[in-house]
Structure formats: structure tokens, C-alpha cells
């Protein structure tokens, strides 16, 4: 799934390929995608505007058409973005294309069907329609530290808790875990100031650090989880085996030698 570092990604690309090119038409090869707006709705707002400029909050890609209106991109599971300068090859799970007047299109494509597309006044409009707490590149370490200690859930499922945290999923919240040796059913109100600390730095240091390589989860350092996510695996620092549990029924790894339990 296509967290917060992913998203990034997706943004410097939209931002290469895309932003000030006039746009012709949307065509929408599958209705559910489109949140709260018909395809008929989505090409009277889009015909000959264009994407001014974009921005990233949580899992969200947000680009600006005019005054009060933009367009909130989410991209769901499998949610990925494609320029493509001959319409007659469209990539196969394409289920939305803008395409504009220099020919080229842009396609969302997406294979599980759980990303949307929907048109919103501001960034703030898209953080408050859809409940999103504080993005985790951006939140305070003062407001860090009261979600976690207030909290007498699991920490993997504070960490994931889009209204309270915007931006990590399932695989990265295994991983700034793992970095900051806590067990991921450690109760967020049992985690001892200093640990919170730690996980708070520890969970910038991750997220930089994807981003800085692109997603490209096996140019990652050699001591990150993300490769190493199979039951009985030694585990990066060798000092003990990976686990695989559920939690809220997601499939979660780590390491019980190296991660305490609070």
C-alpha cells in the first residue's frame, strides 16, 4: 500500500510530468473511483484548467486548480500515476486518464479499485472531509508524545491511526518499530518517556530515509526490516528470528529479542 514516503514519490513526479499542462478531458474507466463527483461533474471543473501546483498530506496527493477548487488524489492499495504520450496504449489497470492538449495523458492506475479521486475547496477542506490527524513529516514532538502517552492501545495501531497520524501504514509502522525497539503490542500509555522520545526521531529518520531512496525498498540499508519480512528470518541485527502476528488484522513483523514489550 502506498504510504506517506510512496506519496512523495508519486508528488515529484506529478510535479515533473504534469503541473501547467492544459487539460482536454478526463475519461473515467471505472465510477467508483470518483468520490462525490460524477465524470460529467470532474470534466466541467477540469476542461481547459490546469494543475497549478500540488502538495502531500499523509497519504494524499493535493493539487490546486483555481481559487477554491482542487483535486484530492488517494491512492488506495495499489494506486499508481503514469504519463503516457500515445493514448491508444493505456496502461492496463487504468481506471482514470486526464488527458490534455499536447496529446499526453496521465494515468491512475490501480488494481485493487481502493484508491479515489474526489474534488475538494483547499487542503485544508481534504485534511478536515477526511479526518486526518497531524502529517507525521510535519507533527510537533510535544504533540507526538501526548497522542502515544494518552493512548492505552496497541502502538502499531496508534501509529496507523490516520486521524491521529497521517501518513504511516502497515509496512512503515513495522519498521519504526523495529528501529526504535519497541514491540508492536506495547501499550502506547506504558512507553516510558524516554522511548517515546526515541520513536518520535526514529519515525523522521524512516521516512526521510525511504524517501531519500525513492521507495526502492531494496536500496534501503541493510539493518531496515522492510526486506527482511518473513517469519523465521534472522533478523537484521542478528540477534534474534522475525515474528508474524495480527494486529487489527493487519500481518505485522518484528523481532521479539530486539523489541521490548511495554
Request: aromatic share 8%; glycine share 6%.
Amino acid at each position: 500500500m502506498p504510504e506517506l514516503p510512496d506519496v512523495s514519490i508519486f508528488r515529484d513526479y506529478f510535479d515533473k510530468t504534469t503541473l501547467n499542462k492544459k487539460i482536454e478531458r478526463v475519461e473515467v474507466f471505472e465510477k467508483r473511483i470518483l468520490k462525490g463527483i460524477s465524470e460529467k461533474e470532474l470534466n466541467k471543473t477540469l476542461k481547459g484548467k490546469s494543475f497549478k501546483n500540488s502538495d502531500r498530506y499523509g497519504k494524499h496527493l493535493f493539487t490546486e486548480i483555481g481559487p477554491e477548487t482542487g483535486l484530492d488524489i488517494h491512492f488506495g492499495m495499489t494506486g499508481d500515476l503514469e504519463l503516457i504520450d500515445d493514448l491508444s496504449k493505456i496502461p492496463p489497470y487504468t481506471r482514470l486518464l486526464f488527458i490534455f492538449q499536447d496529446g499526453e495523458g496521465l494515468a491512475f492506475e490501480d488494481q485493487r479499485k481502493f484508491g479515489h479521486i474526489s474534488l475538494v475547496r483547499s487542503l485544508d477542506d481534504l485534511i478536515s472531509q477526511n479526518n486526518l490527524g497531524k502529517d507525521a513529516l510535519n507533527i510537533k514532538s510535544e504533540e507526538f508524545h501526548d497522542i502515544i502517552h494518552k493512548r492505552k492501545g496497541k502502538i502499531k495501531s496508534i501509529l496507523m491511526d490516520q486521524s491521529l497520524i497521517s501518513g504511516i501504514g502497515n509496512v512503515y509502522a513495522d519498521e519504526i518499530l523495529f528501529q526504535a525497539g519497541i514491540h508492536p503490542e506495547s501499550k502506547g500509555s506504558r512507553i516510558p518517556e524516554d522511548k517515546i522520545k526515541k520513536l518520535f526521531s526514529t519515525m523522521n529518520k524512516v521516512l526521510k530515509t525511504a524517501i531519500k531512496y525513492e521507495a526502492h525498498r531494496e536500496d534501503f540499508p541493510t539493518k531496515f526490516l522492510i526486506n527482511h519480512r518473513r517469519e523465521n528470518e534472522d533478523c537484521p541485527s542478528k540477534c534474534g528470528k522475525i515474528n508474524v502476528i495480527k494486529i487489527n488484522g493487519r500481518t505485522t513483523y518484528f523481532c521479539e529479542a530486539c523489541q521490548e514489550l511495554y
